[in-house]
């Protein structure tokens, strides 16, 4: 039997709140493909500033369509097609079709690093609503407050950051670091909302530009869109003296791409016999998620659709396969012996970064054979050449960022990567 939470009424802060994306599920019924946008719009609501609803410790949990928590949902919308203005049932299956309501539960959950007191009102900043469609379907859909940053894991833009001529440099240019800022995570504890590489935003970049915690600055963009600014000024930041990094959170529309080789570099690697880098194999990838690769060539002369075996077909099976992340459209396949290892290294070459692998238990780096490959997913880098994404279709109602431009196949970066096969996928 479950655990019930003890219920007891909870004074709340309310907002609107807009759907959630998320990459898992892949879309909001299992086995179906998402309604129209037009049709979403019907979801809109907003809680009020505040109510008082019967709730547990941690989340309000209503198994009962007519709950108080439902309703007190406002719908933004007024078209007749969306259904009753006060029914939630209503406009549930006016989107998605007839659902059984014995199935339905609604979850609203708040911040618990507030004082843990009935009395002192505690911010919704997410809704989840689960139900059966009576073709048996199951559905789960999300929203988060507009007010706050939505909390989950959040990727670095495509062609971010963005630096000016007289803004601060990263004392350490190397590939190896630059990875390091490709993810971010927003807390649900206001107290540390923002984390890079386990730390508080401040303490992750404040080292990196040799820049004090106070030019260090977050500036939430949208519920699932922030930027951090290091600047030698926090009184008058300038396009001029900053620079700009941009995250957004990992929806269906950030991480589901096609990737596409632009360059590679075999290093020191010998080839398998007869094995051809250059046979169609490894020309296209496909994400569905952050960390999910498959190659999209499933011929059975290529084998196996997943890139460890994938790449191993061309170096042999003692090879480690590592990817990595630049920013949400950029990535690297590293293939090499042993156990791959990152240092710095400065040459008379474009390139600033170098990867070195250990070949033995000793403290000691030394280079051994490798190779690497770029593609889309939790690892970046600069690839040569962009080529534009194909077979790409956005979740109906997600509005893509419109804060870059996308870069002609002929758009070039003045810096390359050693031993890396580049592929890249446009927003």
């Not at 759907?19 to 979403?40: H, K």
């Not at 259904?83 to 708040?110: C, E, H, M, Q």
């Not at 000793?362 to 593609?375: N, Y």
């Amino acid at each position: 039997m479950p655990i019930l939470q003890p219920q007891q009424d909870y004074a709340f802060i309310g907002s609107s709140f807009v759907r959630s994306y998320g990459a898992n599920p892949p879309s909001d019924c299992v086995g179906l493909p998402d309604p129209s946008a037009s049709l979403l719009k019907c979801l809109d609501f907003a809680l009020p500033p505040t109510f008082t609803a019967p709730s547990g410790l941690t989340s309000i949990e209503d198994r009962n369509i007519t709950s108080p928590f439902a309703s007190e949902f406002t719908f933004s919308s007024t078209d007749p097609g969306c259904g009753s203005d006060t029914d939630f049932t209503s406009r549930l299956t006016a989107v998605y079709g007839p659902i059984n309501t014995n199935s339905f539960k609604v979850l609203g959950s708040f911040n618990t690093s507030d004082p843990d007191s009935p009395s002192n009102p505690h911010l919704i900043y997410k809704v989840q609503a689960t139900f059966l469609l009576q073709s048996n379907a199951t559905c789960d859909i999300s929203w988060f407050s507009t007010a706050v940053q939505s909390p989950g894991s959040y990727v670095l833009d495509y062609k971010s950051p963005v630096c000016g001529s007289n803004g601060p440099r990263l004392v350490d240019k190397s590939e190896a670091n630059r990875e390091k800022f490709a993810f971010a995570t927003v807390q649900v504890d206001r107290y540390a909302p923002i984390l890079i590489q386990g730390q508080r935003y401040q303490n992750f970049f404040s080292p990196q530009y040799r820049i004090e915690s106070s030019g260090i600055l977050y500036n939430m963009l949208s519920n699932y869109k922030f930027t951090i600014t290091v600047t030698f000024d926090e009184l008058k930041t300038t396009v001029n003296n900053s620079c700009v990094y941009t995250y957004v959170a990992e929806e269906r529309a950030v991480v589901t791409r096609t990737f596409t080789l632009q360059s590679y570099d075999l290093g020191t690697l010998s080839l398998v016999g007869g094995a051809d880098v250059n046979d169609g194999c490894i020309n296209t990838i496909a994400s569905t998620d952050v960390g999910s690769l498959l190659f999209t060539n499933a011929s059975d002369a290529c084998g196996n659709t997943d890139p460890v075996p994938r790449f191993k077909r061309y170096f042999g099976n003692d090879k480690n396969v590592v990817y990595n992340l630049l920013d949400a459209a950029t990535g690297v396949f590293n293939i090499s012996v042993g156990n791959p290892a990152r240092i710095s290294s400065s040459t008379s070459s474009s390139t600033s970064s170098s990867t070195l692998s250990s070949t033995s238990s000793s403290s000691t780096l030394q280079p051994s054979p490798s190779s690497s490959v770029s593609v889309a997913e939790r690892t970046t880098a600069n690839p040569k050449t962009f080529a534009t994404q194909t077979g790409y279709v956005a979740p109906a109602g997600y509005t893509p960022p419109t804060v870059y431009g996308i870069p002609s196949t002929t758009t070039t970066f003045t810096r390359d990567q050693p031993r890396i096969f580049k592929a890249s996928s446009l927003p």
